[in-house]
């Protein structure tokens, strides 16, 4: 563990000063977050500024809001932890490099997720947790709804990771994979709403195939104090089968894997 933690030291700091060494690059980074959280704000003020509605799908604009928050949290989470690393897997694959992760002493799925991240998109970690404190403000929040909800966030953020390394792993059969990416995000911009916001076909679909209900919905619930225990039990199985099936599905791509230059 000792090693693991020095080498993600040794990482975070070569990025950091890589990354920040141009402030054009963080004022950048910076215009378009702003311009993320006002797309998803511009949705929720068009559907509550319609005459007549206080609240969609049972959602009132605070709880809607909530959800928002939990959205722009994940997209930073992805932006500056996740994507960095897995948008690397096919590269390394098609240049052979993915030969020197597989032969050093660590885990190479660890060596593959932790080694870079995009610290420019650390103000949408702010911005979301902004939010989130923004929406709370406004409802009635217990101590033990924000315990609940970090808890269940934790598991999204599983949920989030494994479905973003299956389809970055396909890379050892496809090698490019940038579109399965785009496809996930696609369906990723649904959850900046309460999934209950969409019919009941659309519903089954982000809860059950593409599990996106989990990871800004179900945070939201359990901070309000609205989720059912069955949900909340949910959430962290489905993190757990979705992590125990990725593992052998990348233990199965390396074990196929051969060499670029081979």
């Known amino acids: ?8 030291r040794i990482f975070t700091g070569a990025t950091l000063s890589a990354q920040l060494e141009y402030r054009a690059n963080f004022v950048g980074a910076l215009l ?9 704000l511009l949705g929720l003020g068009i559907v509550f500024g319609q005459p007549g509605i206080t609240s ?5 604009f605070r709880e809607a809001l909530l959800v928002t928050g939990f959205f722009m949290l994940t997209e930073g989470v992805i932006s500056v932890f996740i994507q960095p690393n897995m948008s690397k897997i096919a590269d390394a694959i098609r240049t052979g490099s993915m030969d020197f992760t ?5 885990d190479a799925q660890f ?3 932790a080694r870079h991240l995009n610290v420019l998109r650390a103000p949408d970690l702010l911005i979301g947790l902004g939010l989130i404190a923004y929406a709370a403000s406004g409802l009635s929040v217990t101590a033990g709804g924000v315990l609940g909800a970090a808890l269940l966030y934790a598991s999204a953020v599983v949920i989030v990771y494994c479905i973003w390394l299956a389809l970055s792993t396909t890379a050892f059969w496809f090698v490019k994979t940038q579109n399965v990416a785009e496809l996930f995000n696609g369906v990723f911009g649904a959850a900046r709403f309460p999934v209950s916001a969409f019919p009941l076909p659309v519903r089954a679909f982000l ?3 593409v599990p996106v209900a989990f990871i800004t919905t179900v945070p939201a619930q359990a901070m309000t104090g609205e989720l059912a225990w ?6 962290p199985v489905v993190a757990a089968a979705l992590f125990v099936g990725t593992r052998l599905f990348w233990l199965r791509a390396v074990g196929s894997y051969t060499s670029a230059s081979s």
């Open 230 to 235: 069955s949900v909340a039990l949910a959430s």
């Open 102 to 106: 597989l032969l050093k002493p660590i």
């Open 32 to 40: 378009a977050s702003l311009g993320e959280v006002g797309v998803a």
């Open 111 to 113: 060596g593959v997720s």
């Open 56 to 60: 969609v799908g049972g959602w009132s």
């Open 1 to 8: 563990m000792t090693r693991y933690l020095r080498l993600l």
């Open 207 to 209: 809860t059950f195939v």
